[in-house]
């Protein structure tokens, strides 16, 4: 176990943390009324309940456990240039622009439903999928302090790609 955390490692785990929390809090809720009935009705959802929610979590919940495995159990895992810190990014960062789509598309009714609700349904957003956004880009964030504290940079994504030019083309032939 390290004798101090970075503030990478902090920042990151401290969002895997707020992450977790974010899960079970309420994303996305809606409500039904009918005033000429007196009936009210209202119906909360977390991530759980969205697939983009759920995967982007699980994500970013993914990157933060790769950071406290480096840090708390010495883990060192690469695929060649690649190293454990990259990945972590990769998820963290993916994560992020998943629950970043969730927000911006909301959780709205069908053309269907919408059309025999009327003006008596609407959906807000909720205190979870904010805090969901906020988590996502400190593990994002994190990951790529831990990338830095590491000495290790963005160029190893380009080794992905191959040789970075071409072999020349043979001489002509006579």
Sequence with gaps: ?????TTGQMVALG??????IALFLPWFTQRISQPEYGVAFSNSGNAFDFTLGWLGSLLVLGAAVLIALKAF?????????????HFALVLAGVGTLLILIKLIIGAGPSPEEALVLGPYYGVSRGAGVFIALIAGLAVSAGSYLVMKEGGLGLGAFKTLGGSAAPPPPP????
């Design 15 to 20: 969002g895997g943390v707020l992450m977790f």
């Design 1 to 5: 176990m390290p004798k101090k955390l």
């Design 171 to 174: 001489p002509p032939s006579e």
């Design 73 to 85: 159990a010495n883990l060192k895992s690469g695929a060649g240039a690649l190293k454990l810190e």
